[in-house]
């Protein structure tokens, strides 16, 4: 799989449901194991789909215990408190900025495995998990940075 990048339009179409029935079948399951390839191989910690071209809502996120695929991930609670966090993209890349995230969040999805699953995510998890949404919205962390901190030609602002 190949990692759009900005500006392809791709990146700004908002994502479907994966229907119940899709779930668990041998073609989604042949894709999140793509994303994970693709991801390990671009150096991330997250990807949605939408980053490949496929617009429907999957996501990988690891948080350093091994990548996991969640299937219609929606953040049902988040934290008051916000703080602002240094992110990159693959679909973005060399360009690093500052964006206000919420502290925690709760995410409700479907796991790979086919059940449903709750996240509780606080830090880096938090800010994983927002950016990943976004991108199946169709938004890009350079939509909402309060500040770039570092272009492609790794001079820092």
Known sequence: ?????????ELRVRSVEVSSSDVSSDRL????AELKKTMKEENGCGI???????HERVIIVDDGSGPKAYINPEIVSKSFATFLFEEGCLSVPGVWGMV????SVKVSAIGEDGNPV????KGLLSVIFQHEIDHLDGILFIDTVQKITRMPNNSIL
């Open 48 to 54: 949605a789909a939408p980053q490949v071209g496929i």
């Open 118 to 121: 709750k996240i509780s995510g």
């Open 100 to 103: 206000k995230r919420h502290k």
């Open 29 to 32: 399951r042949k894709m999140i």
């Open 1 to 9: 799989m190949v990692v759009l990048t900005d500006p392809n339009p």
